[in-house]
């Protein structure tokens, strides 16, 4: 228990500190977040076409501008696997 506790002071810690970014990011870039870092947890990260996809969210360039948007604020990154950049 108290090292899931401490864990949890940590993230709470990072978390704080990183408020600033956060402030930058809209709801829709947060929803597009929240979907990308469930996709990764469960072992199947998105590429950038199936993002696209998420209708459900906003309109391809808009999630296209929002993926742009959370690279530089440092939440997410762009891995290329091999020399296809579609991935």
Known sequence: MTNLYLRFLRLAKALDSSKNCLKEIDATAIQLLNEVA?????????TVTQAMELHNIASPATIHRKLDELREAGLIDLVFEGKNRRT
Do not use: A, Q, S, Y
Not at 38 to 46: Q, S
């Open 38 to 46: 469930v996709m990764h947890f469960d072992g199947k990260p998105l």
